[in-house]
């Protein structure tokens, strides 16, 4: 069973992403055969961002994976842009993608709105360079949160489309998405995910964050007035919280419910704290430790680039083939 997914390398990694992905991550570390995980560093640039440092957020977010549990000897580690294949996928995959379906896409809408100055056409062929990144890993499974199901719909599309029009070449990829906790919402706006663009720093925990600032986010999240530690489309901020402790304590929501039946805010917010800052500890102490040497984190992309290289020409070179580009085999 091949397990793809890609992270972007963009500002610190939050507890949405932690919650809803790296978990994914690590399960498919020990079903895959193999996990493969990709610091997408060309999917960043489709928005502003800072060439100077790209570089740097890509160790960031590598950094930060490895501190998790990712195992560079297990799982194959690596930057996007050190496998050509994937953009020369991406382009060979542009003529099975419809157009409208690109149009379609929720990310794209939502990230082309935010835009003040360029709507790039890089934005648009996004969800491309995402199914190129899957399908040239011929991947079964794909760890993600519920953000990207559009994504991974459209790519099972583009596999499809592939191959009736040139012959059963692609694997068409299913989406791993977590019952609980695939939607971290926003602890100050609990009506919008957590997300390092639009939220406010209160609203989001990184991964990083110390233990102070944890507990105080948390204290303050948003709820409603009722009392009650229960769930409810009323009650966004405290379903948010039961998810989040839920996940973290590897039981159902029901089971957090029961336990804090007739209990306030107060001490239900203080064990979700609690539990919140017991998690994510040995992470911020693995990342300041790892984070620094950048020949190190260099070296696990360099031999993941090696080993990624040699699954996806494979697939390019059938690929070529079935569409009759380049010479003949
Ligand atoms: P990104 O940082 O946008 O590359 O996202 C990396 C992974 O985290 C993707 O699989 C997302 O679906 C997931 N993710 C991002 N935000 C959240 C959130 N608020 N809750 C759960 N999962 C999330
Ligand atoms: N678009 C994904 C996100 O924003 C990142 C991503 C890029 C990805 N390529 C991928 C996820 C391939 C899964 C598989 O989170």
């Not at 099972?156 to 040139?166: L, Q, V």
């Not at 966004?236 to 159902?252: C, E, F, K």
Request: with cysteine; charged share 25%.
């Amino acid at each position: 069973m091949r397990i793809f997914s890609g992270i972007q390398p963009t500002g610190r990694k939050h507890l949405g992403n932690h919650i809803g992905a790296v978990r994914g991550y690590l399960e498919g570390q020990d079903r895959g055969d193999p996990a493969i995980l990709c610091v997408v560093d060309l999917h960043a640039i489709t928005v502003p961002y800072e060439p100077a440092r790209l570089r740097s957020l890509v160790y960031d977010t590598l950094a930060m994976l490895i501190a998790s549990g990712l195992d560079p000897d297990r799982s194959i580690l690596f930057r996007q842009s050190d496998v050509h294949e994937h953009t020369e996928l991406s382009w060979l995959l542009s003529s099975v993608t419809a157009h409208g379906d690109l149009n379609r896409m929720t990310q794209f809408k939502e990230k082309s709105a935010a835009q003040r100055e360029l709507v790039s056409a890089g934005l648009f062929l996004y969800p491309v360079l995402q199914a190129a990144d899957v399908l040239a890993y011929r991947a079964h499974e794909v760890p993600v949160g519920d953000d990207q199901r559009q994504h991974v719909e459209l790519m099972r599309d583009i596999a499809e489309r592939f191959n009736t029009a040139y012959g059963e070449v692609l694997v068409v990829p299913e989406h791993r998405i977590p019952s609980v906790g695939a939607r971290i919402m926003d602890l100050q706006q609990p009506g919008r995910k957590m997300s390092t663009t639009g939220s406010e720093e209160r609203g989001l925990i990184f991964v990083d964050d110390e233990e102070k600032a944890i507990v105080k986010k948390v204290k303050s999240a948003i709820t409603d007035s009722g009392g009650e530690v229960r769930r409810g489309p009323d009650k966004p901020g405290i379903t948010n919280l039961i998810d989040i402790l839920a996940v973290i304590r590897g039981v159902s929501p029901e089971a957090v419910e029961r336990e804090f039946e007739g209990q306030g805010y107060g001490s239900f917010k203080e064990a979700v704290a609690e539990a919140v800052v017991d998690v994510l500890r040995p992470v911020r102490e693995r990342y300041l430790e790892l984070r620094p040497d950048e020949g190190a984190l260099e070296a696990v992309l360099g031999e993941g680039a090696d080993r990624a290289r040699s699954l996806a020409a494979e697939t390019l070179a059938d690929v070529r083939r079935a569409m009759g580009v380049g010479p003949p085999a």
